[in-house]
């Protein structure tokens, strides 16, 4: 398995609207994309730092993950992703070693990157996301 890099940091928001200024005002960082994911019901927005990306969810829907995890915990850090040059054979090789997967097979997510999530109780508490560009191939 092959990871390259930290693809970004996602965190819960309650609201972008509200959220988008600090990052852009106080940290002086650019949101440079706004995009809904209607079938994850959230709502991205990014902004980049060096080779990193930050991912802000806002749920779309009041019974979507992002909205039941501000509920349970607030608003703050909900997944680490990790880029990776194939997210297929990451998800085979942590399944044999393991590793509870969410998703089986990688789906389209935000920025057209196919992407798959490892349950939290298998990475210590930890949310992850392995990602792959497939416009990098």
């Given at each position: 398995?092959?990871?390259?890099?930290?693809?970004?940091?996602?965190?819960?928001?309650?609201?972008?609207?509200e959220s988008i200024p600090y990052y852009e005002k106080m940290l002086g960082l650019k949101c440079y994309s706004i995009e809904e994911v209607k079938d994850q019901k959230v709502k991205t927005?990014?902004?980049?730092?060096?080779?990193?990306?930050?991912?802000?969810?806002?749920?779309?829907?009041?019974?979507?993950?992002?909205?039941?995890?501000?509920?349970?915990?607030?608003?703050?850090?909900?997944?680490?992703?990790?880029?990776?040059?194939?997210?297929?054979?990451?998800?085979?090789?942590?399944?044999?070693?393991?590793?509870?997967?969410?998703?089986?097979?990688?789906?389209?997510?935000?920025?057209?990157?196919?992407?798959?999530?490892?349950?939290?109780?298998?990475?210590?508490?930890?949310?992850?996301?392995?990602?792959?560009?497939?416009?990098?191939?």
């Amino acid at each position: 398995m092959q990871l390259t890099h930290i693809e970004h940091l996602g965190i819960a928001v309650k609201s972008l609207e509200e959220s988008i200024p600090y990052y852009e005002k106080m940290l002086g960082l650019k949101c440079y994309s706004i995009e809904e994911v209607k079938d994850q019901k959230v709502k991205t927005a990014f902004f980049k730092i060096g080779q990193t990306k930050i991912e802000l969810l806002e749920s779309t829907d009041p019974e979507g993950t992002i909205a039941k995890f501000i509920e349970k915990r607030g608003e703050g850090i909900h997944h680490i992703a990790f880029a990776t040059p194939s997210v297929t054979e990451c998800l085979d090789e942590l399944s044999q070693k393991g590793v509870q997967l969410i998703d089986k097979a990688p789906r389209k997510g935000a920025e057209g990157l196919n992407i798959a999530f490892l349950h939290p109780k298998s990475t210590h508490g930890v949310l992850t996301e392995v990602c792959e560009n497939p416009n990098e191939k």
